[in-house]
């Protein structure tokens, strides 16, 4: 059926601004015989000519609804027989023939709605003023119909089609709103969305805000290109629609960034079963040109209004709790629970300054000396990574190592420091060993035993040089064939030490089930050695030097930084030492003082 409203188009051009009082004047003269014969067919013919030239549609009625003329545009528009086109056709015929020819209905209850629907057009035109309205056919044409009266009681009708200008409206405003890849909404129309919702909260009603990030995304692109980045984008979306309810609300609001305002959830329960479904649903293997495509979502979940009624805040804070979902180990959800704001920017605009890091030269690596206790000389070194921030000076790992985990920016970190270490290593005057910490992310792709050989290849360290440190988490995580990469590593000739052995879930299957040459017994122990009531922290230096012979791996003490740390390490059997006490960790161009001098106090120590 058309439905009928009133228009905001403003008729334009030739449009009701055209008077044809004079025209309409000379017409009327002539038809009344006030001018000869000859000159009312000319006239007739000019006028003929002039309305079916007309790009609009026109019909001008009189006092008594009765058809004056029309042209060919107007029968066109609206599909008009012949015989509904004569002079004298009464109106009333001409709209029920289109209501019948829209709607396909023509019973009584039609007809009654267009006396009335007649009636209240006549008295409109009494008031004499023109107006127009907006009409949408059955077709999915737009017309936009103007009326304007006619001093003695008539009424003339100009239609146009408005369709094209309606759709290109509606397309630019669509285009403003929403991604033209996944056809979702944009960061602009969610943020429009999720104030519409703030807006409209009732006391008993609330919401949950999803902030998700796509886990190893930017990985996929890089490895796989962008036709396929792309195309995965796309099925994300696809898999995200199809997970919500009606009422809920899903945008695309970063590369791979997308949002979720769950309406109606008040509860973390109630967010955390959407959350479990979303990252379950975009975990399944994503089928794409060829390729069986796999990528993670860590998701932060912020609810109103529990957590705030402002838009600026709810978002800041699902992004906090987005944060700790990657931290800890990323395809998990997390829900916002405390934590400042200005915590979450800070992290905000840390990551952003560290991606490029590398490619702007602001990253370094530190040395620090690691001494063999039985020749008291430097068995090697570590390499610790330091950042260069252009405006917030020299930050430590600490500060910034576990930002590059969340974001997956140590995956690129961690093959330029290997690299880098190897690099330099491959110069030193003396054939000690450099050792590189690894992250767990770096074993998530399957090619970690690649851009080792390649990073030895390119400096020319033999392998027996190169030694890499991973932390118990990474045993933990059986889906990146960890041990396969691991013994990979080893037949490369690399040998591989165990972190800050003790701080996790130490367990002492893995240094069966693992090819480690070394343990390295946290600081913490090391610290605590010296103090009355930890006794224990000697016995379980003991307890682990003792195992680690037995299975044949050494043993290094961390964090050494007195001269009884060093005296207990030594008596419990530690193969190596490592810590203040000797050296901080140096810059490269320090490593050959180091090397030449003979390190002081270990003798001392003993
Ligand atoms: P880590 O691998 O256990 O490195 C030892 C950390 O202990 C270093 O901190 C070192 O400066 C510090 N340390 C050494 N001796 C002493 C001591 O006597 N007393 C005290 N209090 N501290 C000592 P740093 O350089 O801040 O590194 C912190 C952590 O960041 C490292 O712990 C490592 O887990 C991580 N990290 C550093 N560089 C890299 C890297 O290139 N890649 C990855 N994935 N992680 C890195
Ligand atoms: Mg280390
Ligand atoms: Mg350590």
Redesign the pocket.
């Known amino acids: 059926m058309a439905t009928e409203e009133p228009s905001k188009y403003a008729p334009s051009g030739a449009g009701l601004s055209v008077d044809l009082s004079p025209s309409l004047r000379a017409f009327e003269a002539a038809r009344n015989g006030k001018r000869g014969k000859k000159e009312f067919a000319q006239l007739n013919r000019w006028f003929e000519i002039a309305l079916n030239n007309m790009g609009r549609g026109l019909s001008m009625f009189d006092a008594d609804q009765r058809l004056i003329v029309c042209n060919k545009r107007y029968r066109d528009i609206f599909s008009l027989p012949e015989s509904l086109t004569q002079p004298g056709t009464p109106f009333a015929d001409i709209v029920r023939y289109h209501v019948k020819h829209e709607s396909g209905r023509d019973g009584p209850e039609e007809m009654a709605g267009q006396k009335k629907w007649i009636a209240a057009h006549v008295a409109e035109m009494a008031l004499g003023k023109s107006f127009s309205s907006t009409r949408h056919l059955q077709d999915g044409r737009t017309i936009l119909v103007s009326n304007q009266p006619l001093p003695d009681g008539g009424w003339v009708d100009l239609l146009e089609d408005i369709t094209e200008k309606c759709e290109a409206e509606h397309k630019i405003s669509w285009l403003a709103r929403h991604d033209t890849l996944t056809e979702l909404a944009n960061r602009f129309h969610f943020r429009e969305q999720l104030n519409e919702t703030l807006a409209a909260l009732g006391p008993d009603d609330g919401f949950a805000l999803h902030a998700i990030d796509l886990d190893r995304f930017k990985e996929v692109n890089d490895t796989l290109g962008h036709p396929v980045g792309d195309a995965l984008l796309k099925s994300v979306a696809r898999r995200l629609r199809e997970v919500l309810r009606g009422p809920d609300i899903v945008a695309r609001v970063g590369g791979d960034e997308f949002s979720i305002i769950q309406r109606g959830a008040k509860t973390a329960e109630q967010a955390a079963h959407l959350a479990n479904r979303v990252i379950r649903t975009i975990t399944q293997p994503h089928y794409i040109l060829g390729h069986s495509v796999n990528v993670g979502a860590s998701i932060g979940i912020s609810l109103a209004p529990e957590h705030g009624s402002d838009a600026e805040e709810l978002i800041k804070q699902a992004d906090i709790a987005l944060y700790e979902a990657k931290a800890s180990g990323r395809g998990v959800y997390r829900v916002y629970c405390g934590g400042t704001a200005e915590e979450g920017g800070r992290r905000r605009s840390l990551e952003l300054d560290l991606r490029g890091a590398v490619d702007r030269g602001e990253l370094e690596l530190y040395y ?1 000396p690691i001494y063999d206790a039985r020749t008291q000389e430097i068995a090697g070194f ?4 330091r950042w260069h921030h252009p405006v917030l000076g020299m930050i ?3 500060d910034f ?1 576990p930002i590059a985990e969340a974001t997956g920016l ?1 995956v690129e970190m ?1 093959a330029w ?1 290997l690299k880098e270490a190897c690099r330099e290593a491959a110069r030193w005057s003396r054939d000690v060993k450099v050792t ?4 767990p992310l770096q074993f998530e792709r399957g090619d970690l035993h690649l851009v080792v050989a390649e990073a030895l290849e390119r400096s020319g360290l033999p392998a027996r040089r190169l030694e890499l ?1 991973i932390t118990e988490g990474l045993l933990l995580r059986d889906d990146f064939c960890t041990n396969e990469t691991l013994h990979k590593l080893h037949n490369l000739g690399i040998s591989i030490a165990l ?2 052995f003790g701080t996790a879930y130490a367990s002492l299957s893995y240094l069966r089930s693992f090819p480690f040459d070394k343990i390295k017994i946290d ?1 913490t122990f090391v610290r605590e050695v010296n103090h009355p009531e930890r006794e224990d922290c000697v016995a379980i230096i003991n307890a682990v030097t003792g195992l680690a012979h037995q299975l044949e791996m050494k043993t290094v003490a ?4 007195t001269a009884d740390q060093v005296a207990t390490a030594l008596k419990a059997g530690c193969d190596e030492v ?4 000797f050296s ?2 140096v810059p490269a161009r320090d490593v050959e003082d180091l090397l030449t001098q003979h390190p002081q106090g270990m003798a001392a120590a003993r």
């Not at 590189?436 to 992250?439: A, E, Q, R």
């Not at 961390?558 to 930084?561: A, I, R, T």
């Not at 490592?578 to 006490?581: E, N, P």
């Open positions: 620090q570590e390499a610790l990574m430590g790992p600490s190592i140590i961690g420091a590189v910490n690894l992250s440190e972190d800050d600081r961390e964090g050494v930084e490592q810590g203040f006490y901080e960790p």
